[in-house]
């Protein structure tokens, strides 16, 4: 797919500020982006509440490969937080 770009202005409302990153409410109801810090530009200290803007363009598939070391990756972290859940102790009566 070779489509032309087209930028697109998006605002969002900081509603959190950590030490590691920043998180937007998208305006016009798009959800929720968590950007880290160093993507952030900005001259002043950044609060909730404050509205931020960037520029953007639609997200193309670069093809239909599977990366499966990434699948891997996800298997074995969902496999890690499986196997740290707490079980529940359940007693027979």
Same mark, same amino acid.
């Given at each position: 797919?070779?489509?032309?770009?087209?930028?697109?202005?998006?605002?969002?409302?900081?509603?959190? +500020?950590?030490?590691?990153? +920043?998180?937007?409410?998208?305006?016009?109801?798009?959800?929720?982006?968590?950007?880290?810090? $160093?993507?952030?530009?900005?001259?002043?200290?950044?609060?909730?509440?404050?509205? +931020?803007?960037?520029?953007?363009?639609?997200?193309?598939?670069?093809?239909?490969? +599977?990366?499966?070391?990434?699948?891997?990756?996800?298997?074995? $972290?969902? $496999? $890690?937080?499986?196997?740290?859940?707490?079980?529940?102790?359940?007693?027979?009566?």
């Amino acid at each position: 797919m070779k489509y032309g770009d087209k930028i697109i202005k998006m605002e969002g409302i900081i509603v959190e +500020v950590h030490d590691e990153g +920043v998180g937007i409410d998208l305006k016009g109801r798009l959800g929720y982006l968590l950007v880290p810090m $160093r993507m952030i530009i900005s001259d002043t200290e950044l609060k909730v509440g404050q509205t +931020v803007a960037w520029n953007m363009s639609f997200i193309e598939q670069e093809g239909p490969e +599977v990366n499966e070391k990434y699948i891997s990756n996800i298997d074995a $972290r969902k $496999r $890690r937080q499986y196997d740290l859940a707490p079980t529940e102790n359940i007693e027979e009566e």
